[in-house]
């Protein structure tokens, strides 16, 4: 099994949300077993971390809403416009290399 660099590391453990307090789950009012959903995947997970494009999610809304095309095209709509908002200073396109506005 591959170890996680230091790097990685201290992000997953510094996650944030720009989205929501994080003290339960963002679609249910379970406060058990909650996880962290990263709106960016793949490559942009670790900028999802960096700049707080995440969700805290109960395990069970995790494993239903995680695949959903329908919750998924949401959120990157969603996730682009907050990181305009509260990172004037810095160009979504270059950093995610992708446009999710309509």
């Known amino acids: 099994m591959k170890k996680k660099s230091n790097k990685l590391r ?11 307090s994080g003290d339960k789950c963002h679609y ?7 996880t962290w959903h ?6 942009n997970r670790q900028n999802s971390m960096k700049y707080g494009l995440c ?9 239903k ?9 949401y959120w990157h ?3 682009q416009q907050e990181f ?3 990172y004037p200073d810095l160009d979504f396109l ?5 446009n999710y506005l309509p």
């Not at 201290?10 to 929501?20: A, I, K, P, T, V």
């Not at 990263?38 to 490559?43: A, D, L, R, V």
């Not at 969700?55 to 494993?63: A, D, I, K, T």
Request: charged share 30%; proline share 2%.
């Open 10 to 20: 201290r992000l997953e453990n510094n996650r944030f949300s720009l989205f929501d």
């Open 28 to 34: 249910c009012p379970s406060k058990y077993n909650l």
């Open 38 to 43: 990263e709106i960016f995947s793949g490559k």
């Open 55 to 63: 969700l805290r999610l109960c395990l069970n809304c995790h494993r």
């Open 65 to 73: 809403l995680q695949e959903d095309y329908n919750f998924n095209s």
């Open 77 to 79: 709509i969603k996730g």
């Open 84 to 86: 305009i908002e509260h």
């Open 94 to 98: 270059s950093i995610f290399r992708r």
